[in-house]
T-cell receptor
């Protein structure tokens, strides 16, 4: 059973607008969450992370929000740019698990 | 500083053939991982090595073996390839098992 879920396989957004990518998890022991970005024919690259002691973390145009009670996190990209078009994976881990659990990914298309 | 390197980039095998995928990292990371990526399935963990000298099964270990040769290198072996193992394979490393992972460029494997 998937412990990390990204229920939207794809998202299309106009350049300059906000992109919101969502991720849900089931394991209440998860306490560290990451977002990765993946271009075709390349490996994923780390984008931003958040610890469960915070509910928001910001890095430039990227902000991750964590709602622990809802077991939900989201990635906001503002403003979206065509170069942001990629597949985005969320991942989660509990401190003593030694491994991350990945969602199935959301393909973002930012239209010029 | 090459990061994580994987060889080969592409491989075609016949059912029943064996092969080893090689992975090396030059970041002095303790933890290394092998994932496979299939359409709609995201990244699934095959095996991981939390530290030199240890290896553990991930979500989908059947049909694979691994060797943590030293701190730098972590290889994945298919003893008898099957068409179900057609996938893109990614190697990753991290400073510890609780840090963000750095991914290699991937190996695209086709089993006929």
């Amino acid at each position: 059973d998937q412990q990390v879920k990204q229920n939207s396989p794809s998202l299309s957004v106009q350049e300059g607008r906000i992109s919101i990518l969502n991720c849900d998890y089931t394991n209440s022991m998860f306490d560290y969450f990451l977002w990765y970005k993946k271009y075709p024919a390349e490996g994923p690259t780390f984008l931003i992370s958040i610890s469960s002691i915070k509910d928001k973390n910001e890095d430039g145009r990227f902000t991750v929000f964590l709602n622990k009670s809802a077991k939900h996190l989201s990635l906001h990209i503002v403003p979206s740019q065509p170069g942001d078009s990629a597949v985005y994976f969320c991942a989660a881990q509990a401190y003593n698990f030694n491994k991350f659990y990945f969602g199935s990914g959301t393909k973002l298309n930012v239209k010029p | 500083n090459a990061g994580v390197t994987q060889t080969p980039k592409f491989q075609v095998l016949k059912t029943g053939q064996s092969m080893t995928l090689q992975c090396a990292q030059d970041m002095n990371h303790n933890s290394m991982y092998w994932y496979r990526q299939d359409p709609g399935m995201g990244l699934r963990l095959i095996y991981y090595s939390a530290s030199e000298g240890t290896t553990d099964k991930g979500e989908v270990p059947n049909g694979y073996n691994v060797s943590r040769l030293n701190k730098r290198e972590f290889s994945l072996r298919l003893e008898s390839a099957a068409p179900s193992q057609t996938s893109v394979y990614f190697c990753a490393s991290s400073e510890t098992s609780y840090n963000e992972q750095f991914f290699g460029p991937g190996t695209r494997l086709t089993v006929l």
